[in-house]
């Protein structure tokens, strides 16, 4: 069990930007992301995109430590969050985690636990304490920045894994959330969702990004467009380790790309 080693700060801290510089990825030798260098907005949502294999995924485990996690993972260069590198020595795994939270392509609450203890699961996971009053403000809290407080604040002691499949992707961006990030990364989290699950979690994502900046990878190109204010397009191309070939403002990017390739990507002519 990890010991409790912080206390929860009553107010969370401003969105933080993150910036990649010339970031190299490997699993064992084989090499899948070649000096990635990027700057993602503190406060705005930061789409990226690309087709399957070029490293998206990949990158977004780089910004906050989980690519290490992987046996025979290897990465060069830098993440700089608020200006600090979060690879330096020194710097503690649990903070990066703290201060950049991740939700993934499948949502993964703890089925058997109830939605309550879901949303605070993660401080004891961070070696947060927090007071029972206060985890009570905060469970309300998170569940109303993730849309969801409405539909379950009668049934809070119910297992989470008895939600719906959006609504338990909803519980865990309210279970990152609980532990007061400054960046949210999400890989594909509407992948597996229906339609409305999928509006309600972009409009979620639209409503957090003034507090949290946001890193999301998307294959919906409508998705991207609409949520997004920065967007990268990845492309591994014969092999080759993936890299950025473009990025800039969403707005240029889908309607005035600057290389061919990526006025292909967004127009659906391949990918």
């Known amino acids: 069990m990890t010991t409790d080693t912080a206390v929860l700060p009553l107010v969370t801290a401003a969105p933080a930007a993150l910036d990649a510089r010339a970031v190299s990825a490997w699993f064992g030798t084989h090499k899948v992301l070649e000096r990635v260098t990027l700057t993602m907005p503190a406060g705005q949502v930061t789409a990226l995109i690309g087709p399957s294999g070029c490293g998206k995924s990949t990158f977004l485990r780089t910004l906050n430590r989980m690519h290490e996690l992987i046996p025979a993972a290897q990465l060069a260069g830098e993440v700089l969050f608020d200006g600090e590198d979060i690879y330096a020595p ?43 009053r206060t985890k009570d403000d905060l469970v309300e809290e998170c569940l109303t920045r993730a849309g969801l407080w409405k539909e379950v604040r009668d049934r809070l002691r119910r297992p989470g894994g008895a939600l719906s499949g959006g609504q338990q992707q909803r519980l865990c961006i309210a279970r990152a959330l609980a532990v007061r990030p ?17 509006r309600r979690v972009e409009e979620t994502i639209q409503e957090l990004a003034s507090d949290v900046t946001v890193v999301i990878v998307t294959h919906n190109m409508q998705q991207a467009n609409r949520v997004s204010q920065q967007c990268a397009f990845f492309l591994a191309e014969q092999g080759t380790p993936g890299g950025i070939v473009e990025h800039g403002p969403t707005d240029d990017i889908f309607g005035s790309p600057k290389d061919e390739r990526t006025a292909d990507y967004v127009a659906g002519r391949f990918g």
């Open 182 to 198: 400054r960046v949210l990364l999400m890989d594909e989290p509407c992948s597996a969702l229906d339609p409305t699950s999928t």
């Open 90 to 132: 020194g710097r503690r795994l649990t903070d990066a985690r703290r201060n950049i939270g991740m939700v993934f392509q499948k949502p993964n609450p703890f089925p058997a636990m109830s939605i309550y203890d879901n949303v605070v699961a993660g401080l004891r996971l961070t070696g947060v304490r927090a007071a029972r």
